[in-house]
Nanobody, 129 residues
Framework: VQVVESGGDLVQAGGSLRLSCTVSGLTFDGLSFDVINMGWFRQFPGKEREGISCISPTSTITHYADSVKGRFTVARDNAKNALYLQMNTLKPEDTAMYYC??????????????????WGHGTQVTVSS
């Protein structure tokens, strides 16, 4: 399984970025993109990776961490095996490595990897003040 994130960049506070993620090879592991929850996570230096957003297979359910609620929007395109994160009103405290997680737990108050989750290498988002 390959998970590839893109879209990270250096941006000024108040700006916007759109992260993208594509997933391939799930069928070799008995899975299909259109039946798994997907999520975005981020990691600050020296900290644990934290879930910030997730989306159900048919996009009917989305959840956000309080720190990004109202500013970030998650979306997916099952035809393209793709996941997106639109990030608006970025703050310096959003500076982190952002990861796409495939096959994650997604419910109110819980955005976390399952025991069979897949990760990309991450994409760096840096917000300058």
């Amino acid at each position: 399984v390959q998970v590839v994130e893109s879209g990270g960049d250096l941006v000024q506070a108040g700006g916007s970025l759109r992260l993208s993620c594509t997933v391939s090879g799930l069928t070799f592991d008995g899975l299909s993109f259109d039946v798994i929850n997907m999520g975005w996570f981020r990691q600050f230096p020296g900290k644990e990776r934290e879930g910030i957003s997730c989306i159900s297979p048919t996009s009917t359910i989305t959840h956000y961490a309080d720190s990004v609620k109202g500013r970030f929007t998650v979306a997916r395109d099952n035809a393209k095996n793709a996941l997106y994160l639109q990030m608006n009103t970025l703050k310096p405290e959003d500076t982190a490595m952002y990861y796409c997680g495939a096959n994650v737990k997604c419910s109110s108050g819980l955005i976390a990897p399952s025991n069979r989750a897949y990760w990309g290498h991450g994409t760096q988002v840096t917000v300058s003040s």
